[in-house]
Nanobody, 121 residues
Framework: QVQLTESGGGSVQPGDSLTLSCEASTHTFSLFDMGWFRQAPGKEREFLARISWWYDIYYADSVQGRFTISRDNAKNTSDLQMNSLKPEDTAVYYC???????????????WGQGTQVTVSS
């Protein structure tokens, strides 16, 4: 079982930056893809970005160029740096982990509790 804990959320103004961090409780962190998602009120959970165990990165169009995902395998953490924040970025942000077993990528099985990001003037 992997426990994920997000931190770094808060209230900011439009145009500000914020960095979210996710810490994983596992000794095999390097064998997991890490992803970030968000869910705004009344909307479905939205994929934002993922960084694979071999550091391949993919972004959703909605955040490409503004958000940067990273990971530190020595610290068991993944960060999401968010720049030029907009009111529509307001949501609960979640990190997730999916294991890679024998070269096969599995489902996003593990989720953090979420951290609120509010962008408002």
């Amino acid at each position: 079982q992997v426990q994920l804990t997000e931190s770094g959320g808060g209230s900011v103004q439009p145009g500000d930056s914020l960095t979210l961090s996710c810490e994983a409780s596992t000794h095999t962190f390097s064998l997991f893809d890490m992803g970030w998602f968000r869910q705004a009120p009344g909307k479905e959970r939205e994929f934002l970005a993922r960084i694979s165990w071999w550091y391949d990165i993919y972004y959703a169009d909605s955040v490409q160029g503004r958000f940067t995902i990273s990971r530190d395998n020595a610290k068991n953490t993944s960060d999401l740096q968010m720049n030029s924040l907009k009111p529509e970025d307001t949501a609960v942000y979640y990190c997730s982990a999916r294991p890679v077993v024998n070269g096969v990528v599995e489902e996003w099985d593990y989720w953090g509790q979420g951290t609120q990001v509010t962008v408002s003037s």
